[in-house]
């Protein structure tokens, strides 16, 4: 989780999204052992200080290296063109539930 | 005397470099990346579906190697394809999330793709489905799968529309295709068995980028494999009829490098760019034993299927757990044709050649 969140989540891009992205930090970490804990149930952070804190220390260092590189991109407003020429089959239009216009268009 | 040594020193260096040249060129290997669409870590037979008929890849999982701890290099499709292509982690080049129709973001053109290596070290190069790594999809000013090392392909921006039956937004070299004939598995399998048939340069080694739309909404599933799902909830048949659409295409893929004997020689490797999307139009992927699904970073979003057939180099019927991610691919391609990775950039992918061995 990034201590920076944008207001509303949407597919535009902003510039204040941009910015924000730019500065972002990890705020919150978990520990799961794959190996004996698959569905990561149990986290072991705080069970396990030293992995974790070698852990989260590669992590960091990885993840502000990628941020510095990342380019930004000029601000742009969604349109759904795509979702809007989606035809669904019956089966989904008598489900009830999201017609292919939900919030987030399609993915 | 003098003269008489020398051309017999160039003589002997051109043939035998010739010849030298040749034995390198015949034992590079073709290379075949088949990756399916939002398809999640239990969605096949042989990563452990009780419900799902997967008959070819099942029979692909015994002829080489299935690679259990498997990641995409994210979490969904636009920032996974381009980490398969780059080999770099994708927030780095700049894809953070899916890439809408239109937005301005795309993998820019400084950056090197594995299809561009392939292509200067003398490949034959295609790109057959789902592009998704521009927004600004067949428009000027930013690059196409051509501009990305292509030398042929028959592409969308995202998914096959309407839907995957009949789809008509393909484009073939920039030009727009219109309407398609059948479901989209089928006709991206038709277009790569007639690339490799009469399309590329058969004096080269080729590499084919084969990317279905399935099992990613708008599904659209053909009778003929909804009907091997009978169930109340007909969004059930349909997504596992889905998947067995996209199995049965990629039967046919592989038959046909068998009748045109070039399986021996090619290296297939299938994959998903992400875990299940289960929505509420279609709940039924699944990712098996791991936490949640296509978007999390936890194991369901981002473990996948990963298989790898290559006679005579991977041992069939085996299995490895180490794991590997899509960042990993350009690396290994690399490695396996003798070509350099880029060294003026930074690589988060490492080669897994040593995993074919078992090591």
């Known amino acids: 989780m990034l201590d920076q969140r944008p207001m509303a989540r949407t597919n535009d891009v902003t510039d204040e999204e941009e910015k924000q992205f730019k500065a972002a930090e990890p705020v919150s970490f978990v520990l799961y052992n794959l190996k004996d804990d698959i569905g990561e149930t149990k986290d072991l952070s705080a069970a396990e200080p030293d992995k974790f804190a070698d852990m989260k220390d590669k992590l960091l260092k990885k993840y502000h290296a990628v941020r510095e590189e990342s380019p930004t991109w000029p601000a742009w407003t969604f349109d759904n063109r795509e979702g809007q020429r989606i035809v669904w089959p019956e089966y989904v239009k008598n489900r009830g539930k999201g017609k292919g216009k939900g919030k987030k268009g399609a993915k | ?359």
């Open chain 2, 1 to 359: 005397m003098q003269s008489h040594r020398t051309l017999l020193a160039l003589l002997s260096a051109v043939l035998f470099g010739t010849a030298a040249l040749n034995s390198v060129a015949a034992e590079r290997p073709n290379i075949v990346l088949v990756l399916a669409d939002d398809l999640g870590y239990g969605d096949l037979a042989c990563f452990g579906a009780q419900d799902i008929k997967s008959p070819n890849l099942d029979q692909f999982a015994k002829q080489g190697l299935r690679l259990t701890s498997c990641y995409a290099g994210h979490a969904n499709c636009s920032p996974s394809r381009t980490a398969l292509m780059t080999g770099r982690t994708p927030t780095r080049v700049g894809v953070r999330n899916w890439i809408p129709h239109g937005s301005p973001v795309h993998v820019r053109k400084e950056e090197v793709t594995i299809a561009t290596l392939l292509k200067g070290a003398g490949y034959s190069t295609c790109h057959v489905g789902k592009w998704h790594m521009t927004g600004q999809f067949n428009e000027p000013g930013v690059p196409q799968p051509g501009e990305h090392g292509f030398d042929h392909w028959f592409s969308t921006q995202n998914n096959a529309l309407p839907n995957h039956r009949n789809p008509d937004n393909f484009v073939r070299n920039g030009e727009a295709v219109g309407q398609t004939s059948g479901y989209s598995a089928h006709v991206v399998v038709d277009e790569a068995i007639s690339w490799l048939r009469v399309g590329r340069d058969k004096s080269k080694p080729f590499f084919l980028y084969c990317c279905f739309h399935e099992p990613h909404e708008p599904i659209a599933s053909s009778p003929n494999y909804t009907r091997l799902y009978p169930h109340d909830d007909p969004s059930y048949s349909a997504h596992h009829g889905n998947v067995t659409q996209m199995d049965d295409a990629f039967g046919r893929l592989m038959r046909s490098l068998a009748e045109q004997k070039l399986d021996g020689n090619t290296l297939v490797f299938f994959t998903s760019d992400n875990g299940p999307a289960i929505t509420n139009q279609h709940p039924h992927g699944s990712a098996g034993p791991l936490r949640d699904k296509k978007g999390f970073l936890t194991e369901g979003g981002i473990r996948v299927p990963g298989m790898i057939r290559w006679p005579g180099k991977v041992k069939p019927g085996t299995e490895s757990d180490t794991p590997v991610c899509g960042v990993d691919f350009l690396p290994t391609v690399c490695q396996i044709v003798g070509i350099e990775p880029p060294k003026d950039r930074t690589l988060d992918g490492t080669s897994i050649v040593p995993v074919f061995s078992g090591e």
